[in-house]
């Protein structure tokens, strides 16, 4: 089951939770901004009233902490997640991260703008899983590089140097929150975070972050034993699941799935229809799409064959169809 940015994917779908989005914040914000999410409210950031332009770079996650109506602004949250680190460079077709980020809040400010309500604070958070080393200080870095490193004498003038130093003050920035998962190990989890689903995603990503296989399975399910079952805990454990597979090799995916609902079976025996069922219906799904691909290629092979002087019960028996279907094709 190989699926596109399933990094990507996983994230996204993961951090739909407001539970899980609100104990990654309580874990990762510094304590001054902590009293945000005590004496706020964490909910879903709507884009339904943005423009196109926005909705087009639409922040892979974004939340809204609802403060007190006495206080007349909110903080909007901006996730931005990294699987990789984007080649940085002139001739670099990948957009730069702090880019990326500008895009974000203008688009949020510019629509405060027009609707007149007040502009909102941002809080921009970059989560990273990549395998390479997070590099940066500042994001700018990304896009000038570290002009603050003072050069070699014969390398570029000094009075020259200084300036480019001092005009790196000009160029736009902020700070950003960076989660950096090469910080984490499963101890760090554990002792930082309480959600079972976070927990969960955390350790399984950051294995790939590590260069390591996705496939502690039991140390990622065992997350799940306090999960209550809903609708959202049952699509997680087959986002988990599509996760571990997308990154497993193919030859492997009927064992790994196997591994995947003996070891959910063994926490949650009592729930079924439940979270073993939830699993099965992948299965279902990728079999369905299996025999309709399949199916695809015989209508195919049918077709080209319909054009040689071949009988139909001929072309039936070679495209494995029925005559009823050749007729009609």
Do not use: C
Request: proline share 5%; net charge negative.
């Amino acid at each position: 089951m190989q699926t596109k940015q399933p990094h990507d994917k996983f994230f996204k779908a993961f951090m739909k939770s407001r539970d899980v989005a609100e104990d990654l914040l309580q874990g990762t914000l510094p304590p001054v901004l902590q009293p945000l999410l005590k004496k706020g409210e964490l909910t879903p950031f709507k884009s339904e009233f943005l423009s196109k332009e926005w909705k087009e770079t639409y922040a892979d996650v974004t939340y809204r902490i609802q403060l007190p109506q006495d206080i007349l602004v909110d903080v909007v949250v901006l996730f931005e997640h990294k699987s990789y680190l984007p080649n940085s460079g002139k001739d670099s077709g990948n957009k730069p991260i702090l880019l990326q980020l500008l895009e974000y809040i203008v688009g949020i400010w510019e629509t405060d703008y027009r609707q007149k309500t007040g502009y909102q604070f941002l809080l921009p958070i970059v989560f990273y899983q990549g395998q390479k080393s997070w590099p940066y200080t500042h994001l700018r870095e990304e896009l000038f590089g570290k002009v603050d490193v003072t050069p070699e004498p014969d390398d570029v003038d000094e009075e020259l140097s200084q300036a480019l130093k001092e005009l790196m003050h000009f160029q736009p920035g902020f700070d950003y929150i960076l989660i950096n998962l090469h910080d984490y190990d499963d101890d760090r989890i554990l002792a930082t975070f309480s959600e079972g689903m976070l927990r969960a995603s955390l350790m399984a990503m950051s294995d790939y972050a590590d260069g390591e296989p996705v496939r502690r399975i039991a140390r990622y399910i065992n997350n799940l034993q306090e999960v209550q079952l809903s609708d959202l805990s049952l699509s997680y454990i087959q986002d988990l699941a599509k996760y571990i597979l997308a990154l497993g090799p193919k030859s492997e995916e009927r064992k790994i799935m196997e591994e995947i609902k003996e070891t959910t079976f063994k926490i949650h025996p009592s729930d079924e229809p439940g979270f073993v069922s939830a699993l099965d219906a992948i299965n279902m799904r990728a079999e369905k799409a299996a025999n309709e691909a399949k199916n695809e290629v015989k209508l195919a092979i049918a077709k080209r064959l319909k054009e040689t002087n071949l009988s139909i019960e001929e072309i039936a028996r070679i495209s494995e169809l029925s005559i009823d279907v050749v007729k009609g094709l």
